[in-house]
């Protein structure tokens, strides 16, 4: 009965693959969010989408893409893979954009470049 | 912009007591505030929340006051336990911004 779940768990990879992580959710939720862990542990927002459409896109190299096939996906995929790519990309959902309502989060996916 | 300041961790205790991890923000308008648990290797948990001002959020032993004059929501608990070992992250959502904010996590370490 898993809320969020996130694939895969660890990625360990060469630097300038291409790779993809997915996120699913099954709570009902119509907004999902991208979010960067870097090593001290510092959580920053990269992507959001409300019913499939994108609507925060902060300041990410144009390398990151995300895609949401439905309300229930959201899936990131990265090009060309850097060394500062390391770090853990937690995948997140809530019911609508108001304020009062928390954000439910993944497990997270280790990304290790090498 | 908004931000999220936490005090620098780690913090260590020994069990049974007392618990305050220090969290203050600047905001526009009226943000929600909340605050999440990560343990090791896993993701964050909502742990807490709360909407307007004055209102206080708990769960499992731990309680947060919303302070809109201080701009403060500090955390606190009043006997810690060994399982509460984790990085505590405080953070804020506004009514102009669908993403959370926040602040740059507290370890806590609780030893026997």
Known sequence: DTAVSQTPKYLVTQM???KSIKCEQNLGHDT???YKQDSK???KIMFSYNNKELIINETVPNRFSPKSPDKAHLNLHINSLELGDSAVYFC???HGTETNQPQHFG???RLSIL | GDSVTQMEGPVTLSEEAFLTINCTYTATGYPSLFWYVQYPGE???????ATKADDKGSNKG???TYRKETTSFHLEKGSVQVSDSAVYFCALRTGGGNKLTFGTGTQLKVEL
Do not use: P, R, V
Request: avoid cysteine; aromatic fraction near 16%; glycine fraction near 12%.
């Open chain 1, 41 to 43: 542990k510092f959580l």
């Open chain 2, 43 to 49: 993701g964050l948990q909502l742990l807490l929340k």
């Open chain 2, 62 to 64: 731990f309680e947060a």
């Open chain 1, 32 to 34: 999902m969010y991208w």
């Open chain 1, 92 to 94: 997140a959902s809530s």
């Open chain 1, 16 to 18: 300038g693959n291409d």
């Open chain 1, 107 to 109: 497990d997270g996916t």
